[in-house]
C-alpha cells in the first residue's frame, strides 16, 4: 500500500481492515520533491493454496479520502512547515483483522526537505488541480508586483477568489473553500486546490487535446492595503490524449499548454517520465520497454500494455470474463519564459486504464496422467483477484471445500511475479462424476463440469464451462496357467494387450534363452509354453508334493505383474513294490529338517546309501532279504520293513548340534500268501511244431566325454588325449546306439581305469563295481539321471556317470602318464528284467580290486593324460 502525502493538509488517522492472517506489517518512509511516500508492505500467503479463501485489504473509502481531494490510497495531509523548507508529516495506522486479539496501531512520521520551489508549481493529480504561486501578481498579460516585499501574510488576508469559467465569478474565500476548493498561503507562497468536478472548471482544447483548466485570481487585504495573486492549472483529459492499440498505451501531452503561458515564448528545459510519483531514469525507461519522446508539439509516451508499473485488474461484462490494465505514468516539466525569466514546474500523475479486454478462461487436459486415470485439468489464466467457489457437475454442485474432501484435489496457484493464477482441478477416473462407456477394446472416460467463479473486489460471479474427455485401451494384463503329469510341469504364458513385455522367472531363475532352450520353450506370437522336469532345480519339494513358482515382471520397474504356483503330487508313490521282490523307496527332504543332507540316509543296513540323491531327496533299491529288511506274517499276507535314517554315528553328531527334529521313514510292501485265482482254459491241437527263427543283429555302444554336466557338448575323437587337472570332474556318457527300440535299455555293470590301452592291464582301479560306486573309493562315482530333450529319445539307452581325476599312487612323482577308462555294460530287455545288473539294483562288491568279467559289448577307450 503507498500513501502518497504532499505538504498541505491536516493529521489523520487510517483504518485498515484486514480479513486474514498476516505477518507484522513493514512501514516505509521515503522522500520525493515536494512529496512524501509512506509504503505499507502486509505479507499474505499466496502461492499454492487452497482456492476459496480469500485476503483483503480495505483501504480508507473514496469519501473519506475525497475531503482531501485525493483518492483512495492517496491522502494529503496537513504538516509542520518550517520556512516551506523542512515538512514533518505523522500520523496513526490501526489495523483491524478478524485473527488479531486486538487492534494494532503503528506510528508514521517523516521530515522532508525541498528547497527547490519553482516560482510556479502545477500539479495533476488523479481527482484535483493544484497551483503554487510564489508572492508575485499578474493582471492580463502584465506583471504587478507588491509595492512591498514584505510576506503577504503580514498582516494580510484573504478575502476574494475570482474564478475565469472563463466568464469571471467572484465569491469569498470562505465560500469557495466549503465549496470544496483548497485555498492556503504561507509567508511565500499561495496554494490553490481545485476538484476536477468543480464547476469553476472549463474544458479548453491545447493542441488537440482536451484540457480542464481553472484560473483564479485572489485579493488580499491590509487596511487600504489591496494585492492580487493569479493562479492557473491546466490537466489533460484521458479522452482525445490516450489512444490504445492491441499492444500499447499512447499519452499524447501539449509540449506547450497555453492557459499556463503569461507573457512571451517558453523555454521547455527539463522532461521526466515516472510512474507512480517516481522518476525514472533512461535506463529503466528502456527496461521497461517504455518510450519517451519529445516532438515540437508533443511530449508522447508509449507505455506496452502488460508493462512493468502497471496492473490487471478483473471485471465480467455480459457473465464473461475481461480483464483491464492499468498503469499511472508521470510526466514533469520544467520552462521559463522569456519575459519573466520564471520558472514554471508542470507534474501530471495521470491513471490510465484500457477498455475492457476479454479473457476467455482456457482449460488445459494433462493428458500424460490419463495413463494414471486420472484428469488433471488447469484453468486459466485469470488475475490475482478472481476465486473458485464451486464446480458443477451433471449429477451435483460440490464446493471446493466439498471437493477436497472427496478426494477430487483443487489447488489455486500463482505465477512467480505474482501476475496471474491458475487453477488446478484432480478428478479420479473412479469418482461418480467422471462418466464411462465402452468401445471395442477401450474406455471412454468424460467429465462435464462448470466452474463458478468470482471476482473478489466486486463480488461478480461468472462461471466457464468444460468437457475433458480421454480414451485408454482396455489393458489385459499377462496371465499365467498350467499343470503337471507324472514327469513335468507344463506352463502356458499369455501376453495380454501389451505383447512380451515382461521378464519371465521360473522358480529363483531368470528364464534366459539357455534355460528356454532346455525347457522346450515355444512361442507363436500371443503365448508361449514351457516344460519343466519335476526334478529340476527350479521346482520345490515341500513333502511328497512338488511346486513349481513361476513370476512376471515389468522390464522397466521390475514390479511383479503376475505370480502363478502350480502344485503337483510326486510322480510316482513313495514306495514301489516289484513281485520278484525288489522294493523302490524316495526319502523327501522335508520343510521341518532343511539341514538333511539326503546322500547320508540309509537303510537299516548302513552300507545300503541310496542308488542317487541331490539335494532334495534320496532314491533307494533293495530287496526283501537285504540291506536289513525284516519279514512279518500277517493273516493272509506278508509284510516286509525297512527303514530310513541317518547313520547312529551321524544321527547321535547331528541331534548334537542341531534342534530339528530325527529323520526317519519306515518302508513296507505287503504280498499275498493266501490268494487264489480261478483259470480256465481250453486245449486246442497244435497246427504245426513251434519254431524259433535264427537271426543276426548288431549292438553298438558309444561312450564319449561331455564338457559338463549338462552334458550338451562333448570332446571330439581328435580332442584325446585331453589333458585335466587333479580332482577336476570327468563326466562320461554311455549311449546304446542300436538298436533304436524302448524294449531295451543299457546299463553299466562295471567300469574301471588303466594306464594302458588294454582293458586287461594292470594297475587298475575300480570306478563301478556290478552297477554300483566303488565303496572304498573316497570319491566315490556320482550318476546323473537321464531326461527326454531334444537329443534323448528313450533314456533307457542312455546311462551318465561323473568321477574326479586321479592318478595311480606309482605315478605321483610323473602325472603326464595316459589314464584310460574302460566299461563294461549289458543290454538289458527293459520289459521284463532278469535280476541282477538289468534290474538296477546295486549289489554289494566284494572289494575294491576284484574284477569282473561278464558280458562284454563293443567297448570305447577314452584316454586322459594328467598334469
Request: aromatic residues 12%; proline residues 6%; glycine residues 4%.
Amino acid at each position: 500500500v503507498l500513501i502518497f502525502l504532499d505538504f498541505k493538509v491536516f493529521p489523520l488517522l487510517l483504518l485498515f481492515c484486514v480479513t486474514t492472517f498476516f505477518s507484522p506489517p513493514t512501514l516505509r518512509q521515503l522522500c520525493h520533491s515536494s512529496h512524501t511516500e509512506f509504503s505499507v508492505s502486509v505479507w499474505l500467503q499466496h502461492e499454492d493454496r487452497p482456492s476459496g479463501e480469500r485476503h483483503d485489504i480495505h483501504l480508507p473509502s473514496k469519501l473519506f479520502c475525497s475531503k482531501c481531494g485525493n483518492k483512495t490510497g492517496h491522502v494529503t495531509f496537513f504538516c509542520d512547515l518550517q520556512k516551506d523548507e523542512a515538512f514533518t508529516t505523522a500520523f496513526q495506522l490501526r489495523f483491524h483483522g478478524s485473527q488479531l486479539a486486538e487492534d494494532e496501531i503503528y506510528q508514521m512520521a517523516e521530515t522532508c526537505h525541498y528547497t527547490a520551489w519553482a516560482c510556479r508549481e502545477i500539479i495533476c493529480d488523479h481527482n484535483y488541480m493544484e497551483a503554487s504561486e510564489c508572492s508575485r501578481t499578474q493582471r492580463g498579460h502584465v506583471p504587478v508586483y507588491m509595492i512591498s516585499k514584505r510576506p503577504i501574510d503580514a498582516g494580510f488576508r484573504m478575502t476574494t477568489i475570482t474564478f475565469f469559467t472563463p466568464a469571471e465569478k467572484v465569491m469569498k474565500v470562505i465560500d469557495a473553500q466549503r465549496s470544496g476548493h483548497g485555498i492556503a498561503n504561507t509567508p511565500k507562497r499561495l496554494v490553490l486546490r481545485s476538484p476536477k468536478t468543480s464547476p469553476e472548471t472549463y474544458t479548453q482544447n491545447v493542441a488537440g487535446v482536451p484540457m480542464l483548466v481553472v484560473k483564479t485570481s485572489t485579493v488580499f487585504e491590509k487596511k487600504w492595503l489591496v494585492t492580487r495573486i493569479d493562479a492557473a492549472a491546466a490537466c489533460p483529459i484521458q479522452e482525445g490524449s490516450v489512444f490504445f492499440t492491441a499492444d500499447t498505451i499512447t499519452w499524447y501531452l501539449p509540449r506547450r499548454i497555453d492557459p499556463l503561458i503569461s507573457f512571451g515564448q517558453p523555454k521547455l528545459l527539463e522532461v521526466y517520465m515516472g510512474i507512480d510519483g517516481q522518476r525514472l531514469d533512461a535506463a529503466e525507461i528502456e527496461a521497461r520497454w517504455y518510450s519517451l519522446t519529445v516532438t515540437d508539439t508533443y511530449i508522447i509516451s508509449v507505455i506496452p500494455i502488460g508493462a512493468v508499473g502497471g496492473y490487471y485488474k478483473s471485471h465480467v461484462q455480459d457473465g464473461q470474463y475481461h480483464i483491464s490494465y492499468t498503469v499511472e505514468p508521470m510526466i514533469e516539466m520544467f520552462w521559463t519564459e522569456d519575459a519573466t525569466h520564471e520558472g514554471t514546474r508542470y507534474k501530471v500523475f495521470f491513471p490510465i486504464t484500457t477498455p475492457l479486454l476479454p479473457r476467455p478462461p482456457q482449460v488445459t487436459d494433462r493428458e500424460s496422467l490419463h495413463t494414471e486415470r486420472v484428469f488433471k485439468l488447469e484453468l486459466g489464466y485469470f488475475c490475482p483477484d478472481v476465486a473458485l467457489v464451486n464446480i458443477t457437475f451433471p449429477s451435483e454442485v460440490l464446493s471446493v471445500t466439498e471437493c477436497r474432501a472427496r478426494g477430487i484435489n483443487v489447488l489455486e496457484h500463482m505465477s512467480p511475479n505474482s501476475s496471474y493464477k491458475v487453477f488446478t482441478l484432480e478428478v479420479p477416473f473412479t469418482d461418480p462424476v467422471v462418466q464411462q462407456t465402452s468401445q471395442e477394446g477401450a474406455t471412454v472416460y468424460s467429465l462435464h463440469l462448470v466452474f463458478g467463479l468470482v471476482v473478489l473486489d466486486d463480488f461478480a460471479p461468472f462461471s466457464h464451462a468444460a468437457y475433458v474427455q480421454a480414451t485408454l485401451e482396455n489393458i489385459v494384463p499377462p496371465s499365467v496357467s498350467g499343470g503337471c503329469d507324472y514327469q513335468n510341469f507344463y506352463i502356458l504364458v499369455k501376453y495380454g494387450t501389451q505383447g512380451l513385455n515382461f521378464q519371465t522367472a521360473v522358480g529363483k531363475q531368470i528364464l534366459t534363452q539357455s534355460l528356454a532352450q532346455q525347457y522346450g520353450f515355444a512361442e507363436n506370437g500371443t503365448h508361449f509354453s514351457f516344460v519343466v522336469p519335476f526334478f529340476d532345480p527350479a521346482v520345490e519339494l515341500s513333502s511328497i508334493k512338488s511346486r513349481l513358482d513361476v513370476t512376471l515382471r515389468n522390464l522397466e520397474t521390475n514390479t511383479i505383474i503376475k505370480e502363478f504356483s502350480v502344485a503337483c503330487n510326486f510322480i510316482s508313490s513313495l514306495t514301489e513294490c516289484f513281485p520278484n521282490g525288489t522294493m523302490t523307496a524316495l526319502a523327501v527332504k522335508l520343510e521341518s529338517v532343511p539341514g538333511l543332507n539326503p546322500s547320508q540316509l540309509t537303510l537299516r543296513d548302513p552300507t545300503c546309501g541310496p542308488t542317487y540323491s541331490d539335494e532334495r531327496y534320496a532314491y533307494f533299491v533293495f530287496t526283501g532279504n537285504s540291506c536289513g529288511t525284516t519279514r512279518k506274517f500277517l493273516p493272509n499276507m506278508m509284510m516286509y520293513e525297512n527303514e530310513i535314517s541317518l547313520p547312529d554315528e551321524l544321527g547321535a553328531k547331528r541331534a548334537s548340534n542341531s534342534e530339528e527334529p530325527e529323520y526317519e521313514l519306515k518302508v513296507s510292501c505287503y504280498y499275498d500268501i493266501n490268494t487264489t485265482y480261478a483259470v480256465a482254459f481250453q486245449p486246442r491241437q497244435r497246427r504245426n511244431e513251434p519254431y524259433a527263427e535264427n537271426a543276426k543283429g548288431q549292438l553298438q555302444v558309444a561312450m564319449r566325454l561331455a564338457l559338463d554336466d549338462s552334458y550338451s557338448v562333448f570332446h571330439r575323437v581328435e580332442d584325446y588325449p585331453i589333458t585335466k587337472y587333479l580332482q577336476q570332474p570327468l563326466y562320461f556318457e554311455v549311449e546304446l546306439l542300436t538298436p533304436a527300440s524302448p524294449e531295451v535299455s543299457v546299463e553299466l555293470e562295471n567300469c574301471w581305469a588303466t594306464l594302458d590301452q588294454d582293458r586287461t592291464s594292470r594297475p587298475r582301479w575300480n570306478l563301478i563295481i556290478n552297477g554300483c560306486a566303488n565303496p572304498v573309493d573316497q570319491y566315490q562315482v556320482i550318476f546323473h539321471p537321464v531326461w527326454t530333450d531334444a537329443r534323448v529319445q528313450y533314456p533307457s539307452h542312455f546311462k551318465r556317470f561323473e568321477i574326479k581325476m586321479f592318478a595311480f599312487a606309482q605315478d605321483q612323482e610323473d602325472l603326464s602318464r595316459q589314464l584310460f577308462v574302460h566299461c563294461d555294460v549289458m543290454i538289458c530287455d527293459a520289459r521284463n528284467p532278469l535280476g541282477g545288473v538289468c534290474n538296477g539294483q546295486c549289489m554289494n562288491p566284494d572289494n575294491g580290486n576284484k574284477d569282473f568279467s561278464l558280458i562284454e559289448t563293443d567297448l570305447v577307450h577314452c584316454k586322459l593324460q594328467t598334469i
